[in-house]
DNA sequence: ACCGGTTTAGTTTTT
DNA sequence: CTAAACCGGT
């Protein structure tokens, strides 16, 4: 019903062209695809194709010997934990000690896993938490019997993984204790949580207070400095570019190992340059220190080394936090570990929530190894798993055990449910990229005419390009969407350059921001670019550009250095500041961008944003720590509000952890796509795909389709194999889609 | 010597 | 799409 006439025509050529069998396959006449309506549009016998699918099929990854022993290692862990955990009998639960004294039903309010993990409050407890368990419940009703139990709340650290989460979870807490205690709960994410302590103890420390947080572009562009700096890439062609040299430091650092162990690890090829790579790590370091600059991965080191180093420091702040809840423990990294282990060394009241299923962040250090071995550290510790799932149905929840259940190693998981609804998983192959959108988008409208509002709908992939040809389908049918994940709006390039103008105004010696705005004026290049930058030393940080007013260039200069100096003024508000900076901007973006005009309007978004702040030091730490608003429709469009039309969302796995959906759909499930072919060589990265598909899986509460096109060219490799986590499960766990028989 | 337009190679995920 | 090498013009 959907499908307007050019949509369908496009569709025809690609059966013509694709499938030679497209007429003998038709039961009546040339197109009868489009003549009873929806579902029937995408003829081709693919559903035979994956009724024979087959894992045998697949090259399957080399396990190496080390690799093997670590798995049995860890499984053996795994084990031993197994039977520590506590299964608690209904009827002989702990009662509250003082019953009278909580105003809360915690016995009725839980389930009696979820009420051992909310009531266990002293010690070290592990909480094993499957997917849709009602985890977040249980740290909500866990804060607010803390509270409860007279636990002042300044002496509750509550990490989680977005601000948005803890947010969350103070809110609700509030609201259930009908108080504001929770307010005063330290809370956020480790970043968050160590920017704020690094300011607070400076002087402790021996830190400068007001140093600047930069994203992970901003240390590209000092690594890219340095690399032209020691003339790196004129000596090899083959040096690597910035971001993977920024990808290579970072992960030494997430993962607490030298360089050369990461080069070893994954980047053989760059072997021969690692004594090139080490001196520019080093450099970078010392670049960093003497321009006050802090990377995420300073803010963790840093708090760590300060932890270790600093005993008073350690001490105060055990002091302070003696009862710490942690989210999301399976995408810790080790120096996030380190740092909590030292803090929970004074009290010991450590809880740690987290799924081993759920771990998706082994690419940036995270080790959700932690989560196997925490009672190695803790050897006291109780360990709780809920398993009870409130979001899916049983048919939804064998489908994703099954998934999690081909894991090379974790806790088991046999997560069930009490309803009973009998509809499988649809697991649906389509003729091409543009059948497989057509799909999609058909089934959504199908949906939201059975009453499914757009926003209870979601579209997860592994990949922001693998969204592209849906949303082109939505586009031409005016369906509102918001795009999560992928580009973000503090990434764009204009406001980069804003946020650099900012930069220069809090901190005239910031190289990296100046590097960024001089070279947009034309006329100058990095030559010159550096030569200014000197001069700006050389006088010690006062902008004055007199000297070069002769230069062709000078007069745009000139420009530049009033905007500036005019933006520095004390009197005057960061949203005045940034309304200076975009009128000299402006012009200049013009003549950069063909769609300047909407881009004006995302500065006027940074204006809206900053007009709540006070303090620009503050508002940069922020913009770098919790991005404002991720959400906005492509390239072209301005950021939009996401309460305003309820649109549908489109999503990448990694940023749908923790939400969920009425139906979910999963495309390009193509071996090679998803799983990403950058994974098939090497196990634990193939294990990760399997917990982000298993994560993509286990969001929806409904309505899961899985779909395919028959094939993908990228620019060396032609893809055609449904994915292998597909195939490794159980053909009965889901339901294919046959084209010619519709539901 | 330096800038800037043009070509070409390589593309995951994010605090 | 985006970064960087290439190359031709000042």
């Excluded at 849709?132 to 139990?149: D, F, N």
């Amino acid at each position: 019903m959907n499908n307007n006439p050019s949509d369908k025509d496009k569709i025809l050529q690609f059966l013509k062209t694709f499938i030679p069998d497209y007429q003998s396959d038709s039961t009546a006449g040339n197109t009868p695809a489009f003549e009873t309506g929806t579902g029937n549009a995408y003829t081709g016998a693919y559903h035979t194709d994956l009724e024979r699918m087959q894992i045998d099929a697949y090259a399957q990854v080399p396990v190496e010997e080390d690799v093997q022993q670590r798995i049995e290692r860890l499984q053996q862990i795994a084990g031993s934990i197994e039977s520590r955990i506590i299964h608690p009998q209904p009827d002989k639960l702990p009662a509250p000690p003082d019953a009278a004294k909580y105003k809360i039903d915690y016995l009725n309010s839980l389930n009696p896993n979820q009420y051992l993990a909310a009531t266990t409050i002293n010690g070290p407890l592990l909480v094993i938490a499957g997917a849709g368990s009602g985890k977040t419940r249980t740290v909500i009703y866990r804060t607010a019997y803390l509270l409860e139990s007279g636990i002042p709340p300044e002496q509750i650290l509550l990490l989680t993984f977005t601000r948005k989460a803890a947010t969350e979870i103070v809110h609700r807490t509030a609201q259930l204790l009908k108080n504001n205690l929770a307010d005063k709960i330290m809370r956020g994410t480790y970043h968050a949580f160590a920017n704020h302590t690094l300011r607070h103890y400076a002087p402790m420390l021996n830190l400068p207070p007001n140093f600047t947080i930069i994203d992970t572009a901003d240390s590209e562009d000092v690594v890219d400095l340095i690399r032209q700096e020691m003339h790196f890439s004129k000596k090899h062609q083959a040096f690597p570019k910035k971001s993977r040299i920024q990808t290579i430091i970072s992960k030494a650092r997430n993962c607490n190992v030298p360089i050369e162990e990461v080069l070893r690890r994954e980047y053989t090829a760059l072997l021969e340059f690692t004594e090139d790579l080490k001196l520019l790590t080093e450099a970078y370091r010392q670049y960093k220190r003497a321009n006050k600059l802090f990377d995420y991965d300073d803010l963790m080191d840093t708090l760590r080394d300060a932890l270790r180093d600093n005993l008073p420091f350690r001490k105060t702040m055990q002091k302070t936090y003696r009862y710490i809840m942690v989210d999301e423990f399976q995408d810790t990294n080790v120096v996030q570990k380190e740092i909590l282990d030292y803090i929970a060394q004074g009290s010991r009241n450590i809880m740690v929530v987290g799924d081993d299923a759920q771990s998706i962040y082994a690419f940036r250090g995270a080790n959700f190894e932690n989560i196997l071995t925490f009672p190695a550290t803790y050897p006291d510790c109780k360990v709780v798993k809920i398993e009870q799932n409130y979001r899916s149905h049983q048919q939804l929840l064998n489908f994703t055990n099954a998934i999690a259940n081909n894991a090379k190693l974790g806790y088991r998981k046999a997560l069930f449910s009490a309803n009973q609804t009998q509809v499988k998983p649809i697991v649906a192959k389509l003729p091409d990229q543009e059948a497989e959108a057509a799909f999609v988008v058909d089934k959504i409208l199908e949906l939201r005419e059975k009453g499914i509002p757009l926003n209870d709908i979601a579209v997860i992939y592994r990949a922001t390009f693998h969204s592209n040809f849906i949303q082109t389908e939505l586009l031409s049918r005016s369906i509102p969407y918001v795009v999560v994940g992928g580009i973000k709006f503090t990434e764009r390039r204009h406001i980069k350059d804003i946020i650099a103008c900012l930069r220069i105004v809090l901190n005239p010696f910031d190289a990296v921001a100046w590097n960024r705005i001089l070279k947009i004026v034309p006329g100058i290049g990095q030559v010159t670019a550096s030569k200014i930058m000197e001069t700006i030393q050389q006088q010690n940080g006062k902008i004055d550009f007199s000297g070069l007013e002769k230069r062709k260039f000078g007069p745009d200069l000139l420009l530049l250095q009033q905007a500036l100096n005019q933006a520095m003024r004390t009197d005057i508000t960061v949203a005045t500041k940034i309304e200076i900076l975009k009128n000299y901007y402006a012009p200049i973006l013009q003549t950069l961008e063909a769609d300047y005009e909407t881009r004006l309007q995302d500065i006027d978004v940074l204006y809206t944003l900053t007009c709540k702040y006070e303090s620009m030091e503050r508002f940069l730490s922020d913009f770098a720590l919790d991005p404002p608003a991720t959400q906005f429709q492509n390239q072209n469009t301005p950021l939009i509000d996401e309460s305003e039309d309820k649109p549908l969302t489109l999503t990448t796995v990694h940023s749908a952890k923790g939400l969920e959906w009425y139906a979910v759909f999963v495309p390009h499930l193509l071996d090679g796509l998803f799983p990403s072919v950058r994974a098939l060589k090497n196990m634990d990265q193939l294990e990760e795909e399997r917990r982000l598909f298993y994560v993509a899986s286990s969001r929806a509460k409904e309505l899961l389709y899985l779909t395919m096109p028959a094939y993908f060219n990228s620019w060396d490799q032609y893809y055609t194999m449904p994915s292998r986590f597909l195939a490794e499960v159980h053909k009965n766990t889901f339901k294919i889609w046959n084209n010619r028989q519709p539901e």
